[in-house]
């Protein structure tokens, strides 16, 4: 009796939530994947990150010590303070950098001219290269070769161009502050070029988005370059900034590269997992709340265009 | 104004009546006021100034992208005392395959290289089906739960794998806990049970949707999904074809283009993978993983005889000749693929 009344309600069931059914089936693959390689996996790091762990034959032996491990990453571990306040610099003013930087790429390329095809090809190369270890080594390479390479390269990526540049106008030494940011962008130019390939895409099928019709009315009315880019350009793109914002956010703080990571790398090679989830936790909790924080401000600026 | 311009210009013979194009604009510059010839003449600056300054911009930067390549392209061929001698820029004056050929050596560059295509492209195959499946479940169903399940999808792309590697090797070394259980019950079948070093650490995950940067391939799938037109499936549906079969028959056909786009980055990304392949490979197995230990590799394998000696300095040629092999598989995709790269990005609907 139960059992048809059962069967009668699954044919009775509304449409909607049937196909809701089939929907727990599409993802039911990935749901007991990510339970295993995700959730587990995430919950576990969490767990070591409060004890002192050996890893033994059977799995990970510890002892449940709180929050010891994270009061040793601040007070203990000389580098890993000093490493997380250099990563979270870097951020801070690569990211806008590379934002300014490949939206005005993007507009160079959505112009016509010729060889944009070429370009486009040149300026999106890195994404296929720059995470692999190989941009580890053209990195060294480049870095290294400014240095120690008797000076055969120092022509094209060294600090003593834009010294002469300086001293050649005659404002050496007149703000040194000033000179020294000026040399660090231009120094970094490599890793910010490298690092902007799928911002300059993202941007690019933005700004194929704005209608003709804005674009007409703005030439009707005579803006300038000037006028049309900031009147025009910036708000329609303005939803494509916070993607790309975050997505280089992300970018820079996960690369495998960067010294935070190394730092908890290095602690998981010296066999201290404890201290390296508690590292690595803290981090994360860093990257979260700068990530939502992003998102909170840049939702107050950016402009929906209303259908 | 300045959109009128051209059209009186180019059929000016229609309007002008005789006129050349300069009467034509002679004539219509003087019925205008200051500013706007003013705003003319500006303009026209900017079009002849413009396209010279574009092009010494992109030069530049196109050179310092291109440079690792084409300094790679030069030290992979030069012998070594070329990177001795201060005349050697660019253009090597003893070329010589000897570098490359040593580093394919050292690199064992055949086997790995078939390793690697084998894991890379079985492994992509799978996650790009996976994502796909999973995509278009949080794309077109709704049902309980989803936005929290989703939120999950964007931890995923939110949390980097360093943070879970550990458990996960934890994971793959003792089976899910299977290993204790089986060793208890014969020592023998247990040590079998170590999946590390074994292509399934890369090819379980895959297979449900937890390779990597699987999230951010769900999250593609489903912005590229939503963006179909209902009116698709509903058609099917009301033809009496289930979800299932709408998926294969219907979807997927759409998605041709999409799917090859992700399929792409998948292989990119599991090529340049070597963090998490490290974590489940003790031997060099990939190309990835090759190049990352070169040096100690080519230490070993090269410049162990006591009659070979090679400064720091010499041994930028290997390194360099090691990149080069590692990214021209890659770059030779690149070149023939590229259109599917950079117009996927937008049509798989990752933007907007």
């Given at each position: 009796m139960a059992d048809t009344k059962k069967e009668k309600k699954l044919i009775k069931m509304p449409y909607e939530r049937r196909k809701g059914l089939y929907g727990y089936g599409f993802i039911a693959l990935w749901l007991v994947g990510t339970l295993i390689w995700f959730v587990y996996p995430l919950l576990e790091s969490l767990r070591y990150s409060f004890m002192e762990v050996k890893p033994e034959a059977g799995g990970m032996q510890g002892t449940w010590v709180g929050l010891d491990n994270y009061i040793y990453v601040f007070t203990g571990d000389q580098n890993y303070s000093k490493y997380l306040l250099s990563v979270l610099v870097e951020t801070l003013w690569k990211t806008p950098l590379i934002l300014i930087f490949s939206l005005f790429i993007a507009v160079i390329l959505n112009q016509k001219f010729r060889g944009r095809v070429f370009a486009r090809a040149v300026f999106f190369l890195p994404v296929i290269i720059a995470t692999g270890p190989v941009y580890n080594i053209i990195n060294g390479d480049i870095s290294k070769s400014g240095a120690?390479?008797?000076?055969?390269f120092s022509t094209m990526f060294s600090t003593d161009l834009t010294g002469e540049l300086f001293q050649f106008l005659g404002i050496?030494?007149?703000s040194d502050k000033m000179q020294m940011m000026v040399e660090t962008v231009s120094n970094n130019i490599f890793g910010i070029v490298w690092n902007a390939g799928i911002q300059i895409l993202i941007f690019l099928a933005a700004l194929q988005n704005i209608p003709v019709s804005a674009k007409e009315a703005a030439q009707m009315e005579g803006a300038t370059a000037w006028e049309y880019f900031w009147k025009i350009t910036l708000p329609y793109v303005s939803p494509m900034i916070l993607a790309c914002l975050i997505f280089t956010v992300i970018d820079s703080f996960t690369a495998p590269d960067n010294l935070v990571m190394g730092r908890v790398l290095d602690m998981q090679s010296d066999w201290q997992y404890g201290w390296a989830a508690a590292m690595a936790w803290i981090y994360f909790a860093i990257v979260l709340a700068a990530v939502g924080l992003i998102t909170l401000v840049m939702n107050k600026f950016i402009y929906y265009e209303v259908d | 104004m300045a959109k009128e311009k051209p059209v009186i210009a180019s059929d000016g013979t229609l309007v002008g009546g005789g006129l050349s194009k300069k009467e034509i604009k002679k004539i219509h510059m003087r019925n205008m006021n200051e500013k706007e010839i003013a705003y003319l003449r500006r303009k026209e600056l900017i079009e002849k100034v413009w396209p010279v300054s574009r092009f010494l911009i992109l030069f530049g930067l196109c050179f310092i992208i291109l440079y690792p390549l084409i300094y790679m392209l030069s030290c992979a061929?030069?012998?070594?005392?070329d990177m001795n001698d201060p005349t050697v820029m660019w253009i090597p004056r003893h070329f010589t395959l000897k570098i490359l050929q040593q580093t394919w050596q050292a690199m064992d560059f055949g086997s790995t290289l078939t390793n690697t295509l084998l894991l890379n492209i079985g492994c992509s195959l799978v996650q790009v089906v996976t994502c796909a499946i999973t995509g278009y479940g949080f794309a077109r169903f709704r049902f309980k739960g989803k936005n929290l399940l989703f939120g999950l999808v964007l931890m995923q792309i939110l949390v980097p794998s360093q943070i879970i590697a550990i458990p996960q090797y934890m994971e793959f070394r003792y089976c899910l806990g299977l290993q204790p259980l089986i060793e208890k019950l014969s020592p023998a079948l247990g040590a079998k049970f170590n999946l590390i070093d074994t292509p399934l650490t890369m090819y379980l995950p895959a297979l449900m949707a937890n390779g990597i940067r699987a999230g951010l391939m769900i999250f593609i799938f489903r912005q590229f999904f939503k963006g179909l037109p209902k009116e698709l499936e509903d058609a099917a549906y009301l033809d009496g074809c289930g979800p299932f079969r709408t998926f294969v028959q219907v979807m997927i056909p759409n998605a041709g283009s999409s799917f090859l786009t992700v399929f792409l980055f998948s292989v990119v990304w599991y090529w340049n993978d070597f963090y998490v392949s490290s974590t489940f490979f003790t031997?060099?197995?990939?190309i990835a993983l090759m190049l990352k230990n070169l040096n100690t590799r080519l230490s070993l394998v090269l410049f162990n005889s006591a009659t070979v000696e090679v400064s720091p300095r010499e041994q930028i040629l290997w390194m360099e000749a090691g990149c080069l092999l590692a990214v021209l598989p890659l770059l030779i995709m690149y070149i023939f693929l590229q259109k599917y790269f950079t117009e996927g990005i937008e049509r798989s609907g990752l933007v907007g």
């Open positions: 120690a390479s008797a000076g055969q050496y030494g007149i | 061929f030069r012998a070594q005392e031997k060099n197995n990939t």
